[in-house]
């Protein structure tokens, strides 16, 4: 029998039995015969230092952290990537031989990739994006459209005040609009995204009028619960091209599986396919 240890790593959430990381990781690791296990973990905010200081010990290479973890945990690691600083939240954990943690975010690389993906004719010199929302997952794809090239991007957000936030903080490429006006600035967009949660399954609707879409723009929604949210059907209708936001999720686990079980993975449609059954 061989002693070397099988990697551990999962997901840490609150909740988290929602999660489709564990079926994606899961797939992974048996499509590769990959010795190793991902799990869910359900771990309050007071328990959760407690956790991860512990989880090395247990074989444990790394964790995937969502809400309402991924700015906290900022405070808890070691080391932090500059990516991740500049987004303001983590991701992706890495635990070293020694224990310590190292974090990162790769939202944004999700972000792009499946961006690139769904609409492989668009660029960033295209024209401006407007992007709804101004929440951690609105950080992370602002981060990677400029890192991308984009000139401009303007944010229309309920509360005007944290979309000002980013401008002091992402710089001049970035435009506020105001919320009531989204729906006009839609038409002069070139790339239309929703980081919001409106529109998910279970929760408001994204009251934003939607018929300044036109054909030659891309549309994306970070929502992947409906597959097909609403602004993407008006934008399908109208002769958009559709980015769904399943690819997002499918792509940001990719540097952490690499890290923890020494494999890149492949995204395909077989692998939506499975995420999706």
């Known amino acids: 029998?061989?002693?070397?240890?099988?990697?551990?790593?999962?997901?840490?959430?609150?909740?988290?039995?929602?999660?489709?990381?564990p079926r994606l990781h899961g797939y992974w690791l048996r499509r590769f015969g990959l010795?190793?296990?991902?799990?869910?973990?359900?771990?309050?905010?007071?328990?959760?230092?407690?956790?991860?200081?512990?989880?090395?010990?247990?074989?444990?290479v790394g964790v995937n952290i969502t809400v309402?973890?991924?700015?906290?945990?900022?405070?808890?690691?070691?080391?932090?990537?500059?990516?991740?600083?500049?987004?303001?939240?983590?991701?992706?954990?890495?635990?070293?031989?020694?224990?310590?943690?190292?974090?990162?975010?790769?939202?944004?690389?999700?972000?792009i990739e499946n961006l690139r993906q769904g609409a492989p004719g668009w660029r960033p010199a295209d024209g401006p994006g407007l992007m709804l929302g101004a929440g951690g997952a609105a950080r992370a794809v602002i981060s990677s459209l400029l890192d991308a090239g984009m000139r401009e991007i303007q944010i229309?957000?309920?509360?005007?005040a944290r979309a000002e936030r980013l401008v002091s903080e992402f710089g001049p490429r970035i435009k506020v609009v105001d919320w009531v006006q989204a729906g006009n600035a839609i038409e002069d967009a070139a790339l239309v995204i929703n980081t919001t949660s409106l529109g998910?399954?279970?929760?408001?609707?994204?009251?934003?009028?939607?018929?300044?879409?036109?054909?030659?723009?891309?549309?994306?929604?970070?929502?992947?619960?409906?597959?097909?949210?609403?602004?993407?059907?008006?934008?399908?209708?109208?002769?958009?091209?559709?980015?769904d936001g399943l690819g997002m999720l499918l792509?940001?686990?990719?540097?952490?599986?690499?890290?923890?079980?020494?494999?890149?993975?492949?995204?395909?449609?077989q692998t939506r396919r499975h995420v999706l059954a």
């Open 1 to 21: 029998m061989s002693n070397a240890k099988i990697p551990l790593a999962g997901v840490i959430g609150h909740p988290v039995a929602h999660s489709l990381s």
């Open 35 to 60: 010795p190793g296990h991902y799990i869910p973990m359900d771990v309050a905010p007071a328990d959760l230092e407690t956790i991860l200081r512990t989880l090395p010990k247990a074989g444990f």
């Open 68 to 111: 309402p973890h991924k700015e906290t945990v900022m405070k808890i690691a070691d080391l932090i990537t500059d990516r991740a600083i500049l987004i303001g939240a983590a991701n992706t954990l890495v635990f070293g031989e020694n224990g310590k943690i190292r974090a990162d975010n790769t939202d944004g690389f999700g972000f």
């Open 156 to 160: 229309a957000n309920r509360t005007r």
């Open 200 to 243: 998910m399954t279970g929760k408001p609707d994204l009251r934003v009028p939607f018929d300044g879409f036109h054909r030659g723009q891309v549309v994306t929604d970070l929502v992947y619960s409906p597959l097909r949210t609403p602004m993407l059907m008006a934008a399908e209708a109208a002769g958009c091209t559709t980015v």
């Open 251 to 269: 792509y940001q686990a990719v540097p952490g599986f690499e890290r923890w079980f020494g494999r890149r993975p492949e995204v395909d449609d």
